[in-house]
């Protein structure tokens, strides 16, 4: 596709190739691809909504919304673009469709667009006349049906809440990034989303483009903006979401049978934060192992240990030796874990391989640590080493030097993206609830939540943290959303009553008696269930 090259702003005729004549009776044209701006097909009135990608065989280049990529960018140079309704625009951005290839992008934007050739280029198309088209890739097939004219995707699953992972972005660093005139104006159009209803952000176009309402002072621009700041309401997610049917993974069984059977373990205590861990590192698949601990004692850690153990049991693995620090508690344990060999090292020998491991989890650690725009309460402490342990076994490992994931060497089972690096520990997500009722019209579908740590099921479920309740969920459904003020308070809230507590608990009995209040108590209570 192209433009006429005799209207190109950019380039002189000596500049572009002549590919074709058009010829009839009035004029005669040359069509010619222009180096300096390249065109695509969009459909006029088309807007995007929950992850909706056309596959159009009349594009040269694939434009995506950036909340569907990841490593969204700036460009080093902006890309001109022309459609047929003869408007153009700049990509200022680029960014990674993961499992298909780099695209451009834009703010501005509001329609998804691949490129069909480029598509057919990586992958197999099967194409059914009139009806779909199915795009093969190496984990998933993708269906592009057919609705009205256009072959469209469901592509939701690709949904981040913010380009990029590893940090949670607040709604004050959003800001920060557009001036005092753009954040009042993306104000004022987030006030009429929700006066329209918290719709979406294709309704709230409609309602600025359509000319319905008179005297509508929000542009297109205002309203984008107020989604990339803002994100989608809470209101919105809490009332729309419904129930998804989510899919398994495949069991590879021969990336588990490429490893011997039979493992060795290197043991040892670690602290962080004052708190006690059992750590355990197979050395064989390279798989870590981290359970919390409430003291040294020999009971404490031959729950621990044999715990490890059961892990690499279910799975068909069996565990030869131990090798532990010469340490109080560890002699006792001889003879008491079935199937395996307590090796007791010298006094004041160590197990480099296990120390260097250890110091790498404790960098990652301090590193989320460092990122989260809220207090850490003391009790989400274990979860942050269970996800530290988890980013760890899905990395390739130089012990077992395969290539093979440890987590995917235990399981056989390779993780989605979409479920295990789609969020990070400390996002703000709205988790489905499965007790709501779908016949509810005032039932709230999700609840506010915080992401812990990944389970590693088949369903790609995490272990989030209930804001209301303070208790922990295991979901599988979830949305991403910008962590607002309202949660940074909570959770600075969370580790304050966390603080009180603990220095009620140091004072006198009668002097506890005497001071506690009733908020205190009942977060007391919730800590014992």
């Known amino acids: ?75 080093r140079r902006s890309t001109p673009v022309s459609t047929l309704a003869g408007t153009e625009m700049g990509l200022e951005l680029e960014g990674d469709l993961d499992g298909f290839f780099p695209v451009k992008s834009s703010t501005n934007i509001n329609v998804s667009i691949l490129s069909f050739s480029e598509v057919e280029d990586k992958f197999d198309i099967t194409y059914n006349p009139r009806v779909s088209m199915v795009v093969h890739m190496p984990e998933r097939d993708v269906t592009f049906r057919r609705v009205k004219k256009l072959y469209v995707a469901d592509m939701s699953d690709w949904m981040k809440a913010k380009p990029g992972i590893g940090l949670v972005t607040t709604v004050a660093e959003k800001e920060s990034g557009y001036s005092k005139r753009e954040v009042a104006r993306a104000r004022e159009a987030r006030l009429l989303i929700e006066n329209a209803g918290h719709v979406s952000q294709r309704d709230a176009l409609e309602i600025v483009r359509g000319g319905n309402v008179q005297g509508v002072s929000v542009t297109a621009d205002d309203v984008m903006r107020a989604f990339d700041i803002y994100g989608q309401s809470t ?50 698949i390279g798989l870590m192992m981290c359970s919390g601990m409430p003291s040294t004692h020999t009971s404490e850690i031959g729950l621990a240990l044999q715990g490890h153990v059961n892990v690499l049991k279910s799975h068909g693995y069996e565990v030869g030796t131990v090798y532990m620090d010469a340490q109080r508690g560890v002699t006792s344990l001889k003879g ?5 060999v307590i090796d007791e090292s010298g006094a ?42 988890t980013r760890h076994n899905i990395r390739p490992s130089t012990c077992n030097g395969s290539g093979v994931a440890p987590r995917v060497a235990l399981t056989g089972m390779k993780p989605r993206y979409q479920k295990e690096l789609s969020i990070a520990f400390g996002d703000y997500c709205e988790c489905r609830d499965p007790a709501a009722q779908s016949n509810d019209a005032s039932a709230k579908r999700t609840t506010p939540c915080i992401a812990l740590y990944p389970v590693g099921n088949s369903t790609g479920s995490w272990v989030f943290l209930n804001i209301d309740t303070r208790r922990r969920v295991r979901r599988s459904q979830w949305k991403k959303m910008v962590t607002t003020q309202i949660i940074i308070d909570r959770m600075n809230g969370m580790a304050d009553d966390e603080i009180t507590l603990t220095t009620k608990r140091k004072l006198p009995k009668m002097m506890q008696k005497q001071n506690i209040t009733d908020l205190e108590r009942m977060v007391s209570e919730e800590g014992r269930d």
């Open 1 to 75: 596709m192209g433009h006429y090259a005799s209207n190109c702003p950019e380039q002189s005729d000596e500049e572009c190739d002549d590919v074709n004549v058009v010829t009839n009776e009035k004029k005669s044209s040359y069509i010619k691809p222009c180096k300096a701006r390249r065109a695509f097909l969009a459909t006029e009135g088309v807007t995007q909504e929950d992850g909706i990608v056309i596959l159009d065989n009349g594009a040269d280049l694939s434009v995506i919304m950036p909340y569907l990529l990841s490593d969204v960018r700036k460009a």
């Open 235 to 284: 209101a919105y997610v809490q009332g729309r979401t419904t129930a998804q049917k989510q899919a398994r993974l495949h069991v590879d069984k021969s990336l588990r049978d490429s490893f011997k059977k039979q493992q060795d373990l290197h043991s040892d205590i670690m602290w962080v934060n004052e708190q006690t861990y059992f750590i355990s590192l197979s050395v064989n």
């Open 336 to 340: 008491q874990i079935l199937g395996a």
């Open 348 to 389: 004041g020998d160590h197990t480099p391989i296990l120390d260097a491991k250890i110091r790498r989890l404790k960098e990652m650690i301090r590193s989320v640590h460092a990122a989260l725009p809220w207090k850490c309460p003391q009790q989400m402490g274990p979860d942050l080493v269970s996800y530290s342990t």
